[in-house]
C-alpha cells in the first residue's frame, strides 16, 4: 500500500494523471476502470491536456465504469454516462465501442450485471482501476455492509450517500435510490488501483479505511489487502492519518 499525500487538489490531479499516462504509454491497449463524482474531475481534466497538448493516445485504451443510476437514461445530465461523455470521452481520441457504463435502463438489469462481468473477464480484466470514497467509506456504490466477495449487482443507496449526491439534483426526491454497481470482489481484481481523496469531509473514511481494522462496515478498508493500491490524497483528507504526522 502506498500513500501520497499532495499539497493541492490540483497536485493529486496532476499526480493521479501522470500514473494513468504512464500506464497507458507502457501498454496501449490498457483496460481502465474508471469512477465518477467530483474527485477525479480535476484527474479527467489533465488527462484530456496531455491528449491534446502531449499525444496521449487513446485509440486503442478500453474502459469499464464503476457504476450508474437504475432509471436514468444515458443522455440524463445527472447519468454516469453523461457525465462521462462529457468530462472525458467526447475530449479523447477514444473508440466510443471501447467504453462501458452499465445500463441504468436496462429491463433485465441482473442480466446486465452478468453481462458487464462478462465483458471485463472477456477484455481480459481491469489493469488499472481509479477510486474515489463516499463519506461512509464506499467505493463504487457498495454501501457499508456489502460483501468482500460481491461482483456487479443492483444496490440500494443509504441515506446518507442519497444526501450526499443530493447536491447534483435538483430535488433531494430527484436522487435515484438504486444503483447498478462494480461489486467489490469485482473491483479487487483489477491489477492496479488508485483511489482519490480531496477535502476533509473525506478525512474520517480515509482514516478508516488505512489504518482502521479491515471490515465490511468500511467498504473500502478491503483496499489495505490489495497487492498494489496507491493512495492519492491532498493534505486535507490525509488530515486525520496518523502516522503522516
Ligand atoms: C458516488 C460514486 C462513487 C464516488 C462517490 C464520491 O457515490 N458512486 O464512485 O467515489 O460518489 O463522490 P465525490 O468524489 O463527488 O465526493
Do not use: W
Request: one cysteine or more; a negative charge; charged letters at 25%.
Amino acid at each position: 500500500m502506498k500513500v501520497i499525500i499532495c499539497d493541492s487538489a490540483e497536485a493529486m490531479s496532476k499526480t493521479a494523471a501522470n500514473i494513468f499516462a504512464d500506464r497507458i504509454r507502457s501498454k496501449p491497449n490498457l483496460v481502465l476502470g474508471l469512477a465518477t463524482g467530483s474527485t477525479p474531475l480535476g484527474m479527467y481534466a489533465e488527462l484530456v491536456r496531455l491528449h491534446r497538448e502531449e499525444d496521449l493516445d487513446f485509440s486503442k485504451v478500453r474502459t469499464f465504469n464503476l457504476d450508474e443510476y437504475v432509471g436514468l437514461p444515458p443522455d440524463h445530465e445527472q447519468s454516469y454516462r453523461h457525465f462521462m461523455n462529457r468530462h472525458l470521452f467526447d475530449h479523447l481520441n477514444i473508440d466510443p465501442a471501447n467504453t462501458h457504463v452499465p445500463d441504468g435502463l436496462a429491463r433485465d438489469l441482473d442480466g446486465c450485471c452478468a453481462a458487464y462481468e462478462a465483458a471485463i473477464q472477456a477484455a481480459g480484466g481491469i489493469d488499472l482501476q481509479v477510486l474515489g470514497i463516499g463519506t461512509n467509506g464506499h467505493i463504487a456504490f457498495n454501501e457499508p455492509g456489502s460483501p468482500f466477495d460481491s461482483r456487479t449487482r443492483v444496490v440500494d443507496l443509504t441515506e446518507s450517500t442519497i444526501q450526499d449526491n443530493s447536491r447534483f439534483f435538483k430535488r433531494i426526491e430527484d436522487v435515484p435510490t438504486r444503483a447498478l454497481s462494480m461489486g467489490i470482489g469485482t473491483i479487487m481484481e483489477a491489477r492496479e488501483i488508485v483511489l482519490l481523496a480531496t477535502k476533509d469531509n473525506k478525512a474520517e473514511a480515509i482514516a478508516r479505511t488505512l489504518e482502521g481494522p479491515v471490515t465490511e462496515a468500511v467498504p473500502a478498508s478491503i483496499l489495505q489487502r490489495h497487492p498494489n493500491v496507491t493512495f492519492v490524497l491532498d493534505q486535507a483528507a490525509a488530515s486525520r492519518l496518523k502516522r503522516s504526522q
